[in-house]
RNA sequence: GUGGGUGUAGUUCAGCGGUUAGAGCGUCAGAUUGUGGCUCUGAAUGUCGUGGGUUCGAUUCCCACCAUCCACCCCA
């Protein structure tokens, strides 16, 4: 094997993909229902688009971008995340003018990361995510929470944990920075290195750091929550009023901070155990900075991202069955060479009356095209040899209960249709 | 970027310093006359990751490289 996929990418296989397309679905499904349009932009952006509204003191900015010029010098960046590519688009296209709020998704949106692949990272994945604009009330971080606590609860999964936190806005982060600061200040050398360099930067994300030295140091450090003007009191205390009033169960984590800089006010994950470990299937929260910060107007946004390979390696985990569709509905064997004609003919009337239908095309004996029938799931197949083609007949068989009937070859794609409630 | 594990058939994995490297699953073909799922029989497929070293002899031992998996960092 000489060619294979570059590192931390992974092939959907026809073996597979119906996974995929069965969440895809389900997404679908509730976008329809929760009010939101999906979008599709471009796979690459402008480097600068990701510097100004992903933050360039970020990790995913620093380290982990796949940025390369073009023939044209232009630098351009695989997106790093979906929501900056929809605030462009919702500039450039002046979305703005439409009827506020403006609730988008994007499903199956590629999102690349450098970084070393391990279980649940990889370099290429695939998100879904909703995005909504000029909606400043906390009902609309709630739905979308719901949103993806619904979907991922109608695929089956359990075990889940809704993580919510407020990380404040322009107004009260400062504040809290500088308390963080004050509280910090004299056990700065016990902290690693990467906290020593956020310490001045962006002391919140030292409370993410996952290292004990650090951890150890934060025992008894001020909250956020405790540091929230009222404006941003009265958001969360309204968003956990809305997540009770749909009755979506939620834990408060301070420590909850999300490594996009453009976040204010509400963010949360979902995550789950697994036996892999954790996992957590669902990021965002609210940005309401960002889509000035880019150029625009001032205009509020919330969103989250999903992984989709994660969402299916954790089905995957819970051994939770999707029903894989049957490849076909209909077989159909034929017996001999004079019948294949014949057969292509009646495959094509069955494809046109809605039937999922397929015949040999490899040659076999009979006995290993009625095994293969078997191995793609056809409920019926379909029997054309001398004595049918000599009496314009076709036998129909039920892969089930293994009834046989003739039926005329004319009439036949029409009755099979009727049979599987397509007419 | 740092650390650990693993590289043998399509796949999951055995194996051993010494003739023609194995198994399960899968694939393909058969078990009389045009008919599947179960069972039985048989067949095909490997530069034993790549390069070097030790050795009379390496798939097996050592080193390097590459790939892959996992952990940390970070994140979906």
Redesign the pocket.
Known sequence: MQV?A???TEDVTPLQSWRWQLVEAAQREICARYGYREVRTPVFEHTELFLRGVGDT???VQK?MYTFEDKGGRSVTLKP?GTAGVVRMLLESRLYAEPMPIKTYYSNCPVF?Y????????RE?H?FGVEAFGAPLPTVDAEQISLAWELLHGLGLRDLALHINSIGCPTCRPVYHQRLRDFLASKLDALCD?CKDRYERNPM?IL????PACQAQLVGAPSVLDCLCEDCQNHFDALQQALGALNVPFSIDPGIV???DYYTKTVF?IIGQFP??K?????GGRYDGLVEQLGGPALSGVGF???T??VLLALAQQDIAQAEPALVELFL?T?NEAARMPGLALVKALRDAGVHADMDHVG?????Q???A??CGARL?A??????LSGGTV?L?D??T?E?TKLSLDGAAAEVARRLGKA
Do not use: N
């Open positions: 294979q570059p590192k931390g970020t990790d995913v982990e995340e990361r970084e070393k692949p391990q279980s649940g990272r990889l994945h998100q990467t994300r993410d750091c996952k290292s999300r490594g996009l994950e892999v470990g996992l957590t299937l669902c990021g991202g999903m992984g390979e994660r064997c017996q076999r004996s009979m006995k290993a009625f095994k293969f078997d191995k197949v029997v054309l040899g001398e004595e049918e036998t068989r892969m089930q293994r046989e």
